[in-house]
T-cell receptor, first 113, second 113 residues
């Protein structure tokens, strides 16, 4: 049972434009959400996170939005750069109890120069 | 200095063999994890372990066993390898809880032939 879903396996965006990556979750107990970026032959690296008490968190070109009622979060990258081309994983966890992260299946972003 | 290192990076072995993957972290983190990324690119938790508690995902066959000689190491032993064990295995570490995000190793691609 996949509790975190990324329904778009791939996304292509022109350099300079906005990239929007989407993620949905089913477990209402999740209260902490993270985005990871993965290059080929490397492990995922932490990008940005958001707690359920917020609806937006911004870090430079990266902004994560959380809509708890819809159980949906999104990652906005603006402006997109060719170096952003990677696989992006959404992840979720519960702050209390087991500290495991539940990952989505990833979205491959390609930024076209 | 590599924060989370896994060895080997690639492992090709025959069905029925027993193999180990090593993981070391130099971040002083309290908790270490093993994740499996299958052919569908789904990252799934196998184990989480700190010096107090081992949490096993109940879907993991008992042919898989984590061994932690000390706080900085969590090795993965696999007995009687099967074709379906072919995947990329990622080690990760974190402080207590996911709030800081995980730091992943670069992965071990296991191919069972």
């Amino acid at each position: 049972d996949q509790q975190v879903k990324q329904n778009s396996p791939s996304l292509s965006v022109q350099e300079g434009r906005i990239s929007i990556l989407n993620c949905d979750y089913t477990n209402s107990m999740f209260d902490y959400f993270l985005w990871y970026k993965k290059y080929p032959a490397e492990g995922p690296t932490f990008l940005i996170s958001i707690s359920s008490i917020k609806d937006k968190n911004e870090d430079g070109r990266f902004t994560v939005f959380l809509n708890k009622s819809a159980k949906h979060l999104s990652l906005h990258i603006v402006p997109s750069q060719p170096g952003d081309s990677a696989v992006y994983f959404c992840a979720a966890s519960k702050q209390t109890g087991a500290n495991n992260l539940f990952f989505g299946t990833g979205t491959r972003l390609t930024v076209i120069p | 200095d590599t924060a989370v290192s896994q060895t080997p990076k690639y492992l090709v072995t025959q069905m029925g063999n027993d193999k180990s993957i090593k993981c070391e972290q130099n971040l002083g983190h309290d908790t270490m994890y093993w994740y499996k990324q299958d052919s569908k690119k789904f990252l799934k938790i196998m184990f989480s372990y700190n010096n107090k508690e081992l949490i096993i995902n109940e879907t993991v066959p008992n042919r898989f066993s984590p061994k932690s000689p000390d706080k900085a190491h969590l090795n993965l032993h696999i007995n009687s390898l099967e074709l379906g064990d072919s995947a990329v295995y990622f080690c990760a570490s974190s402080h207590q809880g996911p709030g800081d995000g995980y730091t992943f190793g670069s992965g071990t691609r296991l191919t069972v032939v």
